[in-house]
């Protein structure tokens, strides 16, 4: 029978991985480590399953440690893909849901929520997005969503209220 397998507590292998690719120090020191154990022979083959990356990659660190140095294992700026909206039009947005109101758009609200931000988007600067993605352009704009309590004007006060008490008065 062979020895029992220590386990980790209070961390899940996926938050383990997150902190490696979060924090920009453990990123470069273990790419730096791949690099050192291909140095002493190793094959990329070999080291993928260890780093959970292709041998390819590995063979790219190795490359650009060569070439550059330390700053080689740094990612670069300017990965991914690049955005719809510029800083100045995120800026134009931002002013056009703190001062304007939907209604000025010919909307039939008063407030502005994620699928008008999104039409609006797409009427003035012809790009299309997701709602989920609106979010996160009104958060990197330091705008928070904020649900609102509705409000009908052609409703009866009155009526609402004595409603609500004999709601109340039944079990």
Known sequence: MGRRVRQISG???EDIKALFNKEDKYKIGLRLYAVYQVSLGKSSRELEELYNTSFKQILNW???FEKEGI???KDKSGRGRKPGLSAEHLSELKLIIL???PTEFGYNTETWNGPLVIEIIK???KIEYKSAQVYNIMKKMGLSYQKSKGYYPEADQEKQNKFKDELKKTP
Do not use: N, W
């Open 11 to 13: 961390y899940s292998p």
């Open 62 to 64: 190795v490359d650009r």
């Open 71 to 73: 700053d080689g294992l």
């Open 99 to 101: 001062d304007r109101l």
């Open 123 to 125: 009427k003035l600067y």
